[in-house]
């Protein structure tokens, strides 16, 4: 195992309930979650990503398979024995304490002497700008302070690992834009591994260093944003993250004849297979799109326009039928020229096509 | 009234009914009250104010022993009901429910179905037994009786408190570090507290106003107070027991206020 | 390996818990219960308590009797009508106290929350009272030389006392009375859930208000109805002060008839196979209870 890993999940798998009635909600999952970065689980709701938070915070144990902390072996150490803490999707603020009480509550529980509670609260309490509401009871804050504190409860008693369960999608939509930056400034300045679960793929791409998306209990790609969002591993990445348009056809080499007739070179083609059908993506903002129905590229005729704002969206139909979604940046008019029955001509550069690997 | 629109709540002669009732339900209740402060001994001419009934009735030594008894039972029985109730509250709630649970809850509500004359007779005959057999006479069957007919009294709020909590705060004790003990001391415990003083409170007045398995239970010469009263009723109308009337009601009252500030302030 | 040793764990800690209120629970109110059910098959004791040889006889006494001098059976009439008397005054005061208390719900549920709060408090009160004191503030009204009486002669309505005090008319007031907060505190709770837009939806579809009450709002809060009902009846039924201080000797409601085989009628086999039937009157009530609050429970989410 790598020097610089905090935290190891090997093959963990979790079921839930015994015999027909039996739910697998992790399938094997191997992952290595390196030191001070901040790393997110993305899935839509029931994927597995908060059973695995579960067993990396001790509330749960995987029923085979091993939970890894800084290289010690933690799959069946109870989560007040595990220097991991966690920020809850509810925050769970203690409501009979003060701010400044819930704050110390983890150090107060390890035992820690009554000075270095107070210099630690004090210190987080700056460090969350919470300093005017120490003696303040949960109940009297707002959504946004409250998520401040339960972070700097998490936070106090320095964990190896902070996890943090969709803890802003309680908030609205401006308040959860500056706790993105928030979180971001704290995990900087802080140091700790952050382990961040959502379903929002914004929230995942903005503050990530590295993204780990689920789905059916099964982790299909960890990557940087960058790499998950340009050379998503399969269909349902390409789909979940960012929106794509799927087009069959078939590949030799590093040229894709698509099914509707044209035919065009790619870029990579990792993981596809160098010849066969294949199911090719494209992200709607990498086509461009001409009225003119000359010179090469893909004709088609538009079925459909919506009007968005800043965009554009333009369906538009193949030769065979295949519709697809083009993102045009509205004109200053606002009207883009573009009716429905206008037969138009789509480009797009040739890396932008990823060709995706067979589905399983 | 000014507002002529069309109140879609209002069932023609309902209001009518709601104060009549609300107006009968308290006037013989105040009617109670204003003569024990009544100069004569009628209960219904009024002769002038006066406090006599207050010091004739505590006076009476009868009267004096069967309240420290009430408030020696009410007191032990609430403490033991709401002891057990709390512990059986926390194994009860916020788990899965379970075949075993439902038993629980049978169990505990059983004091709530059970007619209590039936509950009377039948702790007479266990308790006559026992009393034969032990030679013991004390308290102690009066407080185990009151104590079990408490406990869905005491249960019900506390009940109510732990369901009403949020679960992942113990969660996020265990997280920071607790123990179980150090969860249930620093968290739950506190959380649980006004429920379990409302318990409490609604255990006490439960059994100080208890009649019917008080007289078969208790061993001669244990009059409580209700006890005492109903043998009163029957020999003469007295205004003395109006007095003692108005002191249980003042303090059921005291009680029952305490109760809906603690209950209401559930934030 | 089992999936979930965590829940099995918490549910034998949960066991743990429960323990002490069940051993007090079994001591105190469950297990006595078993034992009247063996005292009901025993033969009385010359001087109350019992002999312990098996007898049917008390079973046998509840229904029928045999008379003293020619030894003839005959059903036991005395007991019938004490049982008839029981059913029919609980009957009685369940009715009155469902007709009354229904528009006392309503009124308070359609109130604005500050005044709904205090007037709940007020049927609260009263729920929480001495039962013994209010069925005495009864008494002192309704009495030859009562309150109420004192004042109609003195208006000149009536020249002689009306007499109300151990009637059945009494008993079946008092009843109503000591009971009504029983029932109005589950009708308000399940008229507070009564959506106030279905009255707006069959205003504007035509119906009349005394229709609504018909075809909406008594449907729709049924199970308040019942478990209002089955409230009032269960005690109504087992009632024994208020009959004893408003009724007198001759009125007696089964509970006063229970009570008299433990005191003069030393008969406690018989006062134990009592208590069997009405406990079991009072099961069965339950268990009809329950059918029929599930049964519509299931209908409203469907």
């Not at chain 1, 078939?250 to 790619?266: I, K």
């Not at chain 2, 879609?8 to 009914?17: K, M, S």
């Not at chain 3, 800690?13 to 034992?35: C, F, N």
């Not at chain 3, 059903?75 to 005054?89: E, G, M, N, T, V």
Request: some cysteine; proline content about 5%; hydrophobic content about 50%.
């Amino acid at each position: 195992m790598p020097e610089d890993t905090a935290v190891e999940v090997r093959d963990a798998r979790k079921v839930y309930g015994q015999g027909a009635g039996a739910v697998t909600a992790l399938d094997g999952v191997s992952l290595g979650i390196r030191k001070s970065e901040f790393f997110t689980l993305l899935g839509p709701s029931g994927c597995g990503k908060t059973t695995l938070l579960k067993l990396i915070a001790g509330f749960e144990s995987p029923t085979t398979g091993q939970i890894l902390l800084h290289g010690s072996d933690i799959t069946f150490d109870p989560p007040n024995l595990r220097p991991v803490n966690t920020v809850f999707q509810s925050y769970a603020l203690f409501p009979h304490l003060s701010v400044a009480d819930n704050i110390g509550f983890g150090l107060k529980m390890q035992g820690r002497p009554k000075s270095e509670i107070s210099e630690t609260v004090t210190r987080m309490l700056a460090l969350v700008r919470l300093d005017a509401m120490a003696d303040r009871k949960p109940g009297q804050l707002s959504g946004g302070q409250q998520q401040r504190v339960a972070l700097a409860r998490a936070l106090a008693p320095s964990p190896k690992v902070l996890l943090l369960d969709e803890p802003l999608s309680a908030l609205d939509l401006q308040l959860r834009k500056e706790m993105q930056i928030e979180l971001k400034r704290l995990q900087i300045e802080t140091g700790i591994t952050f382990v961040f679960v959502t379903h929002d793929q914004e929230e995942a791409l903005t503050m990530s260093d590295r993204i780990g998306v689920m789905q059916s209990g099964h982790l299909l790609q960890v990557g940087d944003p960058r790499t998950i969002y340009t050379r998503p591993a399969n269909r349902f990445v390409a789909s979940f993250i960012g929106e794509s348009n799927f087009l069959t056809g078939t590949v030799d080499g590093n040229v894709f004849t698509l099914d509707a007739g044209p035919r065009m070179e790619v870029g990579q083609t990792d993981g596809a297979p160098a010849t066969g059908k294949v199911t090719a993506a494209i992200r709607p903002e990498q086509i461009r799109i001409t009225s003119a129905t000359l010179g090469d590229g893909i004709p088609a005729t538009v079925t459909q326009t919506v009007y968005f704002g800043t965009d554009t969206h333009c369906r538009v139909a193949l030769a065979d039928g295949t519709e697809i979604t083009v993102r045009l940046q509205s004109p200053a008019s606002g009207d883009v020229g573009l009716h429905p029955g206008s037969e138009v001509t789509l480009k797009f550069e040739p890396g932008a096509l990823i060709l995706l690997p067979k589905a399983a | 009234m000014a507002d002529r629109s069309f109140d879609i709540a209002r069932l023609p002669g309902f209001a009518t009914i709601a104060v009549t009732i609300f107006v009968l339900l308290y006037l013989p209740i105040a009617m109670l009250v204003i003569f024990s402060f009544n100069a004569g001994d009628n209960v219904a001419i009024w002769e002038g104010f006066s406090l006599r009934w207050y010091p004739e009735a505590w006076a009476n030594e009868a009267v004096k022993q069967a309240t420290w008894r009430s408030l020696q039972i009410a007191t032990c029985a609430a403490i033991i009901a709401t002891t057990v109730a709390t512990m059986a509250a926390l194994g009860t709630t916020r788990r899965r429910q379970t075949r075993g649970q439902s038993f629980v809850y049978l169990m505990i509500n059983q004091p709530l179905m059970v007619p209590e004359i039936v509950t009377a007779v039948a702790l007479l005959i266990f308790f006559s037994s026992i009393k034969v057999a032990t030679g013991y006479q004390g308290l102690g069957y009066l407080i185990l009786a009151h104590a079990a007919f408490c406990i869905p009294f005491a249960y019900l709020p506390i009940r109510a408190r732990l369901e009403g909590m949020d679960l992942s705060l113990e969660t996020a004790s265990a997280d920071l570090y607790a123990t179980r003990w150090q969860t249930f001391r620093h968290v739950t415990l506190p959380l649980v507290m006004p429920g379990a003083i409302a318990g409490l409170m609604l255990a006490f007045v439960t059994s100080l106003d208890d009649v019917v398995i008080t007289l078969f239970v208790k061993s001669a010469g244990q009059d409580t107070l209700p006890t005492y009263m109903l043998a009163q009723i029957r020999r003469s109308v007295s205004a003395e027991v109006n007095a003692i009337s108005t002191l249980l009601l003042l303090l059921t009252v005291v009680l029952l206020t305490a109760f809906f500030l603690l209950t209401r302030k559930r934030t | 390996m089992s999936a979930d040793p965590q829940v099995t764990a918490a549910a034998r800690r949960g066991w743990w818990l429960s323990a002490p209120a069940l051993v007090l629970l079994a001591v105190g109110a469950t297990g006595p219960l078993l034992i009247m059910l063996v005292y009901s098959f025993l033969e009385p004791g010359q001087y109350g308590n019992v002999e312990w040889a098996l007898s049917f006889k008390a079973w046998f006494n509840v229904v029928m009797q045999r008379d003293i001098f020619d030894g003839t059976l005959t059903f036991a009439d005395a007991h019938l009508s004490i049982f008839w008397r029981s059913a029919k005054l609980a009957l009685l005061t369940t009715l009155f106290a469902f007709l009354t208390g229904f528009p006392t719900a309503w009124f308070i549920a359609t109130r604005s929350p500050g005044l709904r709060t205090a007037l709940l408090f007020l049927i609260t009160i009263p729920f929480w009272t001495n039962l013994l004191i209010r069925t005495f503030a009864i008494n002192q009204i309704i009495r030859n030389e009562g309150f109420l009486n004192t004042f109609l002669l003195w208006t000149g309505i009536i020249d002689t006392p009306i007499v109300m005090l151990y009637t059945d008319f009494a008993v079946f007031i008092g009843m109503t009375y000591v009971y009504l907060p029983l029932m109005v505190l589950p009708l308000f709770a399940a008229i507070d859930r009564f959506d106030m837009r279905l009255l707006q939806a069959g205003y504007d579809l035509y119906a009349s208000r005394w229709q609504l009450l018909r075809h909406v709002i008594v449907p729709v809060v049924k199970p308040g109805i019942i478990s209002g009902s089955i409230l009032v009846f269960i005690p109504a039924l087992g009632a024994y002060v208020t009959p004893r201080i408003l009724g007198g000797g001759r009125n007696m409601m089964i509970g006063n008839f229970i009570e008299l085989q433990f005191g003069q009628g030393r008969n406690w086999p018989l006062g134990a196979a009592l208590s069997v039937v009405l406990l079991v009157v009072v099961s069965l009530a339950l268990i009809v209870y329950t059918r029929f609050a599930t049964g519509s429970e299931g209908k409203s989410h469907g």
